[in-house]
């Protein structure tokens, strides 16, 4: 999934969905689908600078998405109010001659202190993030989970 971050604190990725990513034969697993929005609505607190943990992540599907369909999730900030970051998001069939909406997502993700991470990560990953952190403001475009 490659996803970059676009105008007014939002985070816009793509996919092809294969067969790989199945469940039931033909469309994708929700659960996948599910573990997308959690990627991309959480690339909205590199934006803001500050780490967080997801703490809610509510999904709508409104129809399957089959196999071979290529995937748009865009994903907004809400707003932010002490340490909770408010988000949303959309994906659509974007492999039609049409948009087709897909699936809607909300989530609540509440910052954290890095000792989060080091209590409960592992010392080459916390030390990865505590660099990509400072270097935050720099990226324009990122990869996540290539």
């Not at 996948?32 to 943990?53: I, K, Q, R, T």
């Not at 609540?108 to 890095?114: N, T």
């Amino acid at each position: 999934m490659r996803s970059i971050a676009g105008e007014d604190l939002t985070v816009i990725a793509r996919f092809v969905v294969t067969q790989a990513h199945q469940g039931a034969p033909g469309p994708i697993h929700g659960g996948l689908l599910a573990a997308a929005f959690d990627e991309v609505l959480g690339a909205l607190n590199w934006l803001v600078g500050a780490p967080a943990v997801t703490a809610r992540l509510e999904t709508d599907f409104r129809r399957p998405v089959p196999v071979g369909s290529e995937v748009e999730i865009v994903a907004r900030l809400e707003g932010i109010s002490g340490r909770k970051v408010y988000g949303s998001a959309t994906a659509h069939i974007v492999s039609t001659s049409e948009r087709l909406l897909a699936v809607e997502a909300a989530a609540l993700f509440v910052q954290v202190p890095i000792e989060h991470f080091t209590t409960h990560g592992t010392p080459e990953y916390v030390a990865r993030a505590k660099y990509d952190a400072g270097r935050s403001a720099l990226l324009q475009q990122f990869d996540l989970n290539p």
